[in-house]
């Protein structure tokens, strides 16, 4: 099986800055993607943070306009991790924030599945 695990979430102030931590690890052959969501409470779960692994859009990264210049995801393929730099926070990041990673458990899957972390709380309050 395949596990996402993250750290780093917190409390923080308005302005400050927090650096998330997602690594995978189990039955993994390849990543494609590896990326963040979060969800506020009441919210729908949006997208954050991209970033492509493997293949010809390896090291391509996409942004929601809401984090854009602010955020910054990178990753580390040796360790298959995936790290999301938070500056100038604002009230409204509070949310949980999801790791997932679209990956290949086995040379012969035939399909490319999408793993989860269980979410890390972050919170931005003064």
């Known amino acids: 099986q395949v596990q996402l695990m993250e750290s780093g979430g917190g409390l923080v102030q308005p302005g400050g800055s927090l650096r998330l931590s997602c690594a995978a690890s189990?039955?993994?052959?390849?990543?494609?993607?590896m990326g963040w969501y979060r969800q506020a409470p009441g919210k729908q779960r949006e997208l954050v943070a991209v970033?492509?692994?493997?293949?010809?859009?390896?090291?391509?990264?996409n942004y929601a306009d809401s984090v854009k210049g602010r955020f910054t995801v990178s990753r580390d393929n040796a360790k298959n991790m995936v790290y999301l730099e938070m500056n100038s926070l604002k009230p409204e990041d509070t949310s949980v924030y999801y790791c997932?990673?679209?990956?290949?458990?086995?040379?012969?899957?035939?399909?490319?599945?999408?793993?989860w972390g269980q979410g890390t709380q972050v919170t931005v309050s003064s």
């Open positions: 997932f990673a679209d990956l290949k458990s086995t040379v012969y899957s035939a399909s490319i599945d999408r793993y």
């Open positions: 970033i492509f692994t493997s293949g010809s859009r390896s090291g391509s990264v």
């Open positions: 189990g039955r993994i052959f390849s990543i494609n993607v």
